[in-house]
């Protein structure tokens, strides 16, 4: 089911692209080797610059985290040329479309399975759903104190119903920081405070900020949010200002 949504996706993406071209589809099993220079992410694609014997070329992929710098492998490609993204409002002459790519040669060999909780994973950022185990998340030795008209992360948690679609304003240290992802900036919180577990907020912003940073965060809560494509957060804040 997987795989079949993935090819449904990537041939809907064709169709609905302008003056795009199919010049060659590989199903050899040969293993491409390329050290990532730029990645640009939409909705539910990854665009994925490479450095490959000395060439670059352009990739698609499932949206996916990889990290520039980095060395990756992919194998099946499906050549286009003449493509045009109309989320990024750029052509590529040449792309090269795959189903995934990988951080190990072995990886890249093995064939894609269908995953029992297939929630993609935004770059830098954790997705759950109700019925889906959180994955881990560090939690750091932080101590912020609550500003005036603020609420801690705790008191949050606990009554996210009470708040959930009010404007509230908390205060932390920015612990994950993911700029330009689906047009907004993504970042991480926390203020040393929990409940039932519960530590660490998700919000999104058009401020720029570092990790490390102390911030006053003011913003809408939503709960159970489901951006699409399997992308459904718990509880976010959306649309932040930061307020210092």
């Excluded at 795009?20 to 990532?36: F, N, W, Y």
């Excluded at 519960?198 to 003011?218: H, I, N, P, R, Y």
């Amino acid at each position: 089911m997987k795989i079949a949504l993935n090819i449904l996706a990537i041939l809907v993406l064709f169709l609905s692209c302008n003056n795009a071209k199919k010049t060659e589809t590989s199903t050899a099993s040969e293993i491409h080797k390329g050290i990532v220079q730029e990645v640009l992410h939409v909705r539910e694609y990854s665009y994925i610059r490479v450095l490959e014997d000395g060439q670059e070329k352009w990739l698609a992929a499932p949206i996916t985290n990889v990290e520039k710098g980095g060395t990756y492998y992919y194998s099946k490609t499906m050549e286009m040329n003449n493509f045009e993204s109309k989320e990024l409002n750029k052509s590529f002459e040449t792309i090269y479309f795959i189903d995934k790519i990988s951080t190990s040669e072995a990886d890249a060999k093995m064939p894609l399975i269908a995953n029992p909780h297939p929630l993609p994973m935004v770059p830098g950022q954790e997705v759950t759903s109700a019925n889906t185990p959180k994955p881990a998340i560090d939690k750091k030795e932080v101590n912020v104190n609550k500003a005036e008209n603020t609420i801690n992360l705790a008191e949050l948690f606990k009554n996210k119903d009470t708040y959930n679609n009010k404007v509230v304003r908390v205060r932390g240290e920015v612990t994950k920081y993911n700029p330009a992802i689906m047009n907004v900036n993504w970042l991480h919180v926390q203020d040393g405070t929990e409940f039932n577990g519960e530590f660490d907020l998700t919000a999104t912003t058009t401020s720029t900020v570092q990790v490390g940073d102390v911030v006053t965060l003011e913003g809408k809560v939503t709960l159970n949010k489901d951006f699409g494509a399997g992308y459904v957060y718990a509880i976010i804040i959306e649309n932040a200002v930061i307020l210092n």
